[in-house]
């Protein structure tokens, strides 16, 4: 693993201190969470960590490449994991790290779902299925179908950390790196729908919006 850059901290040194203040993966979900909501509507967009920095704003993604920047700089591996649903939901990405020998993840949603994962999981699969039973639209039906490998963003250099362009590029390559399938064609039939109680508790929102 490449170390965090230390010329993004020079070059900008008022954006990014804030990284040395969030020391912990829970510091980072800290500061997500007080983050407004990236309604991007139709026009998805990929905005960098500094963009971020910058407006205050971030959705999932541009969320969990922030906080994979925030933990690279505690000495990470910048790590994301994508969970891919049917075509009826959103895919979500989050950002994955280790304490010791157990994996836990950082997650930017306006859902009262789908959010952080201490560092309790054997691996990344076991994170990944943590979301599982979450993942579901207002009509029950769960739709979590498959999910990344472990997605190392220090492969794409640092210039995604502080770039004014859209980074989907780096989205696409999320979307067609290696994942691993959790439901088996002709089984999902076989999936219960969520309860009441619980596709109630998936409609609490942070920002009133529809977009996840």
């Not at 804030?18 to 993966?25: H, S």
């Not at 949603?109 to 999981?121: E, Q």
Request: glycine fraction near 6%; hydrophobic fraction near 40%.
């Amino acid at each position: 693993m490449r170390q965090f850059p230390k010329s993004v901290l020079k070059d900008f040194p008022k954006e990014f201190s804030v990284f040395k203040k969030l020391r912990t993966p829970a510091a980072v979900q800290d500061y997500l969470n007080g983050l407004g909501m990236n309604f991007t509507g139709r026009r998805h967009t990929y905005v960098s960590p500094l963009v971020v920095l910058q407006t205050g704003k971030a959705h999932c993604m541009e969320g969990a490449m922030f906080a994979a920047a925030a933990l690279w700089h505690q000495g990470r591996p910048p790590l994301l994991l994508d969970l891919k649903t049917t075509n009826a939901d959103d895919d979500h990405v989050v950002a994955l790290f280790k304490e010791g020998n157990r994996w836990g993840a950082v997650s930017k949603t306006n859902h009262a779902v789908l959010r952080y994962r201490d560092a309790v999981y054997r691996d990344s699969r076991e994170v990944a299925m943590s979301y599982f039973n979450e993942y579901f639209l207002d009509s029950g039906v769960k739709t979590m179908r498959s999910f990344s490998v472990p997605f190392d963003l220090s492969k794409h250099g640092a210039d995604w950390l502080t770039s004014r362009n859209d980074l989907a590029d780096i989205a696409a390559d999320l979307d067609f790196s290696k994942h691993v399938s959790i439901v088996k064609k002709g089984t999902e039939r076989k999936l219960r729908l969520a309860d009441k109680s619980e596709i109630e508790a998936g409609k609490v929102l942070e920002e009133k919006t529809t977009a996840r």
